[in-house]
């Protein structure tokens, strides 16, 4: 029996994918500075507490929960069209893969290749990490807003071209956050030869801090925020849960925290980066954090982790209203979206619960707390608290402010004013 050429393309990506994600968890790390022993460990690299609250609009707090009022962001870039824009008869495709956190990256790097290039882009797949983990774009998210929303930008296609095969499609390997230039000197080539490339993005930095402004800003802003929604379905699962939550947290006037905290990502890597900063904590750790700063028994703690483990005990000792998604989810939902062999959507239900709660605090470093940040900071809600081993008997909860927020130097402040 022939081998299919296909079968071999799509080995060397799911090779190509794992690599390059196992080289990440390696490099990452939360954005921390190095403290004496005696002081507080951080992992965030925030201001004291006096430049905090300076920079915390509002100040206001009822105990641990701080007031939203910041002002409202507008986004500062306007929806570029094709206009006179070059166009070829080629096609750029691509796979979303590793997570929700990695999507986002993912289709504005794809469009910004696309429109540099003139070319059409196709309709990802989404594959999971396990082998044959497969599925349609429109599975998890909204394909007619997706290609509504990329009108004028770029063209877009849901229609695999049935021309295309190994012999003319180039695999090549794009930086997270891609710019025009690179594209001219080391795509664009392979593109004019091949006529088609497929694209593998790669993460230089696991952080999403801004880099100065390029051409290709208003497309990245586009394709980065304005682009992706859940489907239908899924869409409705996330809000049932996030009303739960909130039926659930009466005493705390329906605010509850969302802490993404997955307890077989800590046992796979270390918490202590290279450099010695802290780039993870676990359950005691994050209970003791919780309480220092003013939490209190009755909140109400939701944890990114799939399937309970004995070490959460601790916490929910603490924090009796601690809530996992089994815990939460509408019993007819379970089958199809948590007690399926794929991760996908149990990974994008965390996401979006994490984005739209009241207050985030991210156990672990890396590109979900990210890209949680930014599209956080698109819906105006900015208190994510990073944590830190406490050495004092409490603290103050402005203390904690992501430097996303404080400094605002996340990508999404050069998308939105």
């Given at each position: ?185 080391y795509i664009a080539p392979i593109y004019r030869t091949k006529g088609n490339v497929r694209l593998a993005t790669y993460f230089p930095s696991m952080n999403m801090k801004e880099m100065g402004k390029s051409k290709a800003d208003s497309v990245a802003c586009t394709a980065m925020f304005g682009t992706l929604e859940l489907q239908p379905e899924v869409r409705e ?181």
């Amino acid at each position: 029996m022939g081998v299919d050429p296909r079968q071999i393309l799509a080995g060397f990506l799911t090779v190509t994918m794992f690599v390059m994600l196992a080289n990440m968890i390696k490099r990452d790390h939360f954005d921390s500075v190095k403290t004496p022993a005696a002081a507080n460990i951080r992992l965030d690299d925030n201001p004291g507490v006096e430049q905090s609250l300076a920079k915390f609009p509002g100040g206001v707090s009822t105990g641990p929960w701080l007031d939203d009022e910041w002002q409202e962001l507008k986004p500062c870039w306007k929806k570029p069209d094709l206009g006179n824009a070059e166009k070829s008869t080629g096609f750029v495709t691509f796979s979303l893969t590793n997570g929700p956190e990695y999507h986002v990256s993912q289709i504005a790097d794809a469009v910004v290749v696309a429109r540099y290039l003139g070319a059409t882009l196709v309709i990802p797949d989404i594959r999971g990490s396990k082998r044959g983990d497969k599925r349609d774009f429109e599975e998890i998210y909204n394909i007619e807003k997706f290609i509504k929303s990329l009108e004028g930008v770029v063209r877009v296609t849901k229609d695999h071209p049935s021309g295309l095969s190994p012999q003319n499609m180039a695999v090549v390997r794009v930086p997270n956050r891609v710019t025009e230039e690179h594209v001219e000197e080391y795509i664009a080539p392979i593109y004019r030869t091949k006529g088609n490339v497929r694209l593998a993005t790669y993460f230089p930095s696991m952080n999403m801090k801004e880099m100065g402004k390029s051409k290709a800003d208003s497309v990245a802003c586009t394709a980065m925020f304005g682009t992706l929604e859940l489907q239908p379905e899924v869409r409705e699962v996330v809000d049932s849960m996030v009303e739960r939550l909130r039926t659930l947290s009466r005493k705390s006037d329906g605010h509850f925290v969302a802490v993404d905290l997955r307890v077989d990502i800590l046992e796979k890597k270390g918490c202590l980066g290279g450099d010695g900063t802290k780039t993870c904590y676990g359950p005691d750790e994050i209970s003791s954090f919780l309480q220092k700063i003013g939490f209190d028994k009755d909140a109400t703690v939701y944890l990114t982790q799939t399937v309970w483990h004995g070490s959460l005990d601790s916490l929910k000792e603490s924090f009796p209203k601690t809530y996992i998604k089994e815990n939460i989810m509408p019993a007819d939902k379970k089958p199809k979206f948590l007690e399926s062999e794929s991760s996908e959507f149990a990974k994008v239900i965390d996401f979006y619960i994490c984005s739209e709660s009241d207050v985030f605090v991210p156990a672990i470093s890396g590109l979900f707390y990210a890209n949680v940040a930014g599209k956080r900071i698109a819906t105006g809600k900015n208190q994510i608290l990073v944590p830190a081993t406490i050495s004092d008997a409490s603290a103050s909860v402005t203390d904690f402010i992501s430097s996303y927020i404080t400094k605002k130097n996340h990508l999404a402040y050069s998308c939105f004013c």
